[in-house]
């Protein structure tokens, strides 16, 4: 039982009922994504010239897979909300922005589970 | 007795076509859409990945499209897509602090943006041929 009163509960929420839990993360991730994309640039840096054996070897070093998952949660993540917000933008149609949204979601999932399987796949070299 | 007025002459917000266009207001939407442009890189990334857990042959398929001219101007593109979102990222997070909102800091941003990125995407690139890229 909440001792809060209903008035308080909704206040700051919004009609999205999640208040500004969006604009927050949008900009964590952000921050989050500048040194990880500078990692991830210096790792293609770094791989260009390698054979596939080579490839497979330094991307399932610990190191560089954790780099690598923590790069995919943030851009993921930032990229989900940011393609919403383009949703919600230009769809004005309710049933529209509903299935773009909820597309863009499963999008979002499917790429981040893809890639994270990947990089622990090649970790775990099986 | 109601009385039958003129409609009042209130003030109108002017229409947005009537703004003079400013390079802030080019580079907002360049923001965008080079954040829409790298959903298609995070697509190739995801690609790159799969087919490195995949094996020897899947690998072969993505470094047979990477090395392509075409595969080669999609890579230039997404890599100045990145730096350029970054940058400007990076300019967005200046101004939410409240920094840098005096008209000529603005302007100033917005330039070292739109030169930044063109001089880090063609540092990488130059970077890229100096690690012996294929």
């Not at chain 1, 927050?24 to 596939?52: D, K």
């Not at chain 1, 610990?62 to 930032?78: K, Q, S, Y």
């Not at chain 2, 080669?72 to 990076?90: E, P």
């Amino acid at each position: 039982m909440s001792m809060r009163t209903p008035l308080g509960r909704v206040l700051g929420l919004g009609s999205a009922k999640s208040g500004t839990e969006d604009f927050w993360v949008q900009r964590v991730t952000a921050i989050a994504n500048v040194p990880l994309t500078l990692a991830g640039l210096f790792l293609v840096i770094s791989l260009t010239g390698h054979s596939y054996p080579g490839i497979k070897q330094i991307l399932g070093s610990p190191l560089v897979a954790v780099l690598m998952i923590l790069f995919i949660i943030a851009n993921v993540w930032h990229m989900k909300i940011g393609v919403q917000v383009v949703i919600e933008d230009y769809v004005h149609d309710h049933l529209q922005k509903l299935t773009l949204v909820i597309l863009n979601n499963f999008f979002a999932w499917a790429v981040g589970l893809a890639c994270m399987f990947a990089i622990l796949k090649i970790s775990f070299g099986v | 007795m109601a009385e039958t007025h003129a409609p009042i002459q209130r003030p109108l917000s002017p229409h947005l076509g009537i703004y003079r266009l400013t390079l802030s207001m080019v580079m907002s939407g360049l923001h965008r859409i080079t954040g829409l442009a790298l959903v298609a890189g995070m697509v190739l990334i995801t690609w790159w990945l799969l087919a490195a857990a995949a094996g020897q042959n899947a690998y072969g398929t993505f470094e047979g499209f990477a090395t392509s001219w075409i595969g080669r101007v999609i890579l230039f593109g997404f890599s100045w897509a990145l730096l350029h979102h970054l940058l400007g990222g990076l300019r967005y997070l200046i101004w939410d602090l409240g920094y840098g909102l005096e008209a000529a800091e603005r302007e100033w941003l917005v330039r070292a943006n739109i030169i930044g990125s063109i001089v880090a995407t063609i540092l990488l690139w130059l970077l890229l041929v100096m690690f012996g890229m294929r």
